[in-house]
C-alpha cells in the first residue's frame, strides 16, 4: 500500500465521560473534512453520528464493556446489539482482564464469543486487550483466544488505564496474529512522528484523538500526509 492518505488509518476519537452533543457534531464534522476512517464514540452517541453520517464513507465505531471490561458478557453482549441496531459497523470491545489474569481462559473466551454472536456478519470486532497491564504472555494468550473467538483485530488499550500503546505492544501483536486478524494502537498517539511509527511496527489502524494535528503536520489542510511509501 503506496502513499496512502495517513487519516484513513484512524478512527477519530472521543469517548470522555463529559463529552456534549455539540463535540460530538464537531467529531463527526471533522470526520468528513479529514476523511477519516470512522468516529469511535460512547454507545449514547451511536444513533446521533450514523444519522449525521448517514450516506457518507466514515464510518461508526462503538466501545463495548469501556474501560474496565469487567461487565458480564450477557451486558456486553447486548451493549453490541444496542450499538448495532443504532448504526454501529464496527465495535471496540475490553475483555475480561480478570479472567485473563486467573488463567480462566474459558470464560474468556466466551466472553469474546458473546459480542461477536450479537454483532453482524459484516460488523468489524476489534478485541481490546489493555497491554499496559499484562505480561508478555498474557498478551499472547490473549490475541490467540481473540482471534479464535471471532476477532477482526486485537487493539492495545483503552487510552484510559496506566499507559497507552507502545511500539513493543504493536510488533509483538503483529506477530502473534500472523495475519488472522489486525492491529489496532491507542492511547498516547498525538503527532505524526507517533504515528508513522505505529504503522510501521505493525498497526493497520490507530485510535486517537489527535487526529487533526496528525493530518495537519505540514500544512493546514486535509490530506497532507501519507503512510510511508513501503507500507
Not at 476519537?13 to 479529514?34: G, H
Not at 450516506?55 to 448495532?84: D, M
Not at 488505564?161 to 498525538?190: M, N, P, R, Y
Not at 507517533?194 to 505540514?218: F, P, V
Amino acid at each position: 500500500m503506496k502513499n496512502t492518505d495517513i487519516a484513513s488509518f484512524i478512527d477519530h476519537t472521543l469517548l470522555k465521560p463529559d463529552v456534549s452533543k455539540n463535540q460530538i457534531e464537531k467529531l463527526c464534522e471533522e470526520a468528513l473534512i479529514y476523511n477519516f476512517y470512522s468516529v469511535c464514540l460512547n454507545p449514547c452517541w451511536v444513533g446521533f453520528a450514523s444519522n449525521f453520517l448517514k450516506g457518507s464513507k466514515v464510518k461508526v465505531c462503538s466501545v463495548v464493556g469501556f474501560p474496565l471490561g469487567a461487565t458480564k458478557s450477557s451486558v456486553k453482549g447486548i451493549e453490541a446489539r444496542n450499538a448495532i441496531d443504532d448504526g454501529a459497523t464496527e465495535i471496540d470491545m475490553v475483555i475480561n482482564i480478570g479472567f485473563l489474569k486467573d488463567r480462566n481462559l474459558k470464560q474468556l473466551e466466551n466472553d469474546i464469543i458473546t459480542v461477536r454472536k450479537n454483532c453482524d456478519a459484516a460488523t468489524v470486532l476489534k478485541v481490546i486487550i489493555e497491554t499496559c497491564l499484562l505480561t508478555e504472555e498474557e498478551k499472547l494468550i490473549a490475541c490467540d483466544i481473540a482471534v479464535n473467538a471471532g476477532a477482526d483485530f486485537v487493539k492495545t488499550s483503552t487510552g484510559f488505564s496506566l499507559s497507552g500503546a507502545t511500539l513493543s505492544d504493536v510488533a509483538l501483536l503483529k506477530k502473534s496474529v500472523s495475519g488472522k486478524a489486525k492491529v489496532k494502537t491507542s492511547g498516547g498517539i498525538k503527532t505524526l512522528e507517533d504515528a508513522l511509527k505505529m504503522i510501521e511496527a505493525g498497526a493497520d489502524r490507530l485510535g486517537t484523538s489527535s487526529g487533526i494535528a496528525i493530518c495537519t503536520a505540514h500544512g493546514p489542510g486535509p490530506g497532507n500526509n501519507t503512510a510511508p511509501s513501503n507500507y
